[in-house]
């Protein structure tokens, strides 16, 4: 991801869409990025998630009024725990990349597995907190702070459906492969690697968000956004 940043914000310096530079790139033959067509694509939905995500935080930040209690859901419950899952789903996501690039399958099936048991573990977690939820009477309508609550684990939660739908696809696929051609699904698996990473991200940022939520923080952040 690194890599990938100085590459971008590299290009952005040498200003490629000026006449003289725009010379200089014609005059060789091959790819200013090394990026496969399958993260080429996570990027894109990256863009459009930040966008739907950075308005629920914005909302989260504007639509609070003060004085308002925050501190419901840091109480123990499942978020915790669905927490600590992502942190597994990424874990083993990287261990599959490092394996590949080692050239080493022997354990790609069995972690793939168990990716996808924990991505249903975290998404049945949230459908059972959301009960405990409704069940307390803390509903979408009782006030911002749950709306806003509801409104992004809601999406977050599809973000994640979408990514078990070409989960879902690499894996039938790696599982009939044999070993030694389990590689030609590198491409493949270092995208979902990726895309599973930004959504951890975002749930940390929303975690922690409203972890260290005080007044401070919000006039701060709202001074940001203006």
Same mark, same amino acid.
């Given at each position: 991801?690194?890599?990938?940043?100085?590459?971008?914000?590299?290009?952005?310096?040498?200003?490629?869409? +000026?006449?003289?530079?725009?010379?200089?790139?014609?005059?060789?033959?091959?790819?200013?990025?090394?990026?496969?067509?399958?993260?080429?694509?996570?990027?894109?939905?990256?863009?459009?998630?930040?966008?739907?995500?950075?308005?629920?935080?914005?909302?989260?930040?504007?639509?609070?009024?003060?004085?308002?209690?925050?501190?419901?859901?840091?109480?123990?419950?499942?978020?915790?725990?669905?927490?600590?899952?992502?942190?597994?789903?990424?874990?083993?996501?990287? !261990?599959?990349?490092?394996?590949?690039?080692?050239?080493?399958?022997?354990?790609?099936?069995?972690?793939?597995?168990?990716?996808?048991?924990?991505?249903? &573990?975290?998404?049945?977690?949230?459908?059972?907190?959301?009960?405990?939820?409704? !069940?307390?009477?803390?509903?979408?309508?009782?006030?911002?702070?749950?709306?806003?609550?509801?409104?992004?684990?809601?999406?977050?939660?599809?973000?994640?459906?979408?990514?078990?739908?070409?989960?879902?696809?690499?894996?039938?696929?790696?599982?009939?492969? +044999?070993?030694?051609?389990?590689?030609? +699904? +590198?491409?493949?698996?270092?995208? &979902?690697?990726?895309?599973?990473?930004?959504?951890?991200?975002?749930?940390?940022?929303?975690?922690?968000?409203?972890?260290?939520?005080?007044?401070?923080?919000?006039?701060?952040?709202?001074?940001?956004?203006?």
């Amino acid at each position: 991801m690194s890599n990938l940043l100085k590459k971008l914000f590299g290009t952005l310096l040498q200003k490629p869409w +000026e006449s003289e530079r725009a010379a200089i790139d014609n005059a060789h033959e091959g790819k200013t990025f090394d990026i496969s067509v399958q993260k080429s694509a996570v990027l894109i939905i990256f863009g459009i998630a930040t966008v739907l995500f950075s308005l629920v935080f914005t909302s989260y930040l504007y639509t609070l009024p003060p004085g308002q209690d925050t501190k419901y859901l840091l109480r123990p419950n499942l978020l915790w725990i669905n927490t600590l899952i992502l942190f597994f789903v990424t874990y083993f996501f990287n !261990k599959i990349t490092n394996d590949l690039k080692k050239k080493d399958t022997s354990k790609v099936k069995r972690n793939l597995l168990i990716i996808g048991g924990l991505t249903y &573990l975290f998404l049945f977690g949230q459908i059972i907190f959301w009960f405990q939820l409704l !069940k307390s009477g803390n509903y979408v309508s009782t006030n911002s702070y749950f709306a806003n609550f509801y409104v992004f684990t809601a999406l977050h939660g599809l973000h994640l459906l979408g990514g078990l739908l070409f989960w879902g696809k690499v894996s039938s696929r790696v599982l009939k492969l +044999e070993q030694n051609k389990i590689l030609e +699904e +590198e491409k493949n698996i270092s995208a &979902l690697s990726l895309y599973w990473t930004f959504l951890l991200i975002v749930w940390l940022m929303f975690f922690l968000m409203i972890y260290i939520f005080n007044d401070a923080f919000v006039a701060w952040c709202k001074s940001l956004i203006s």
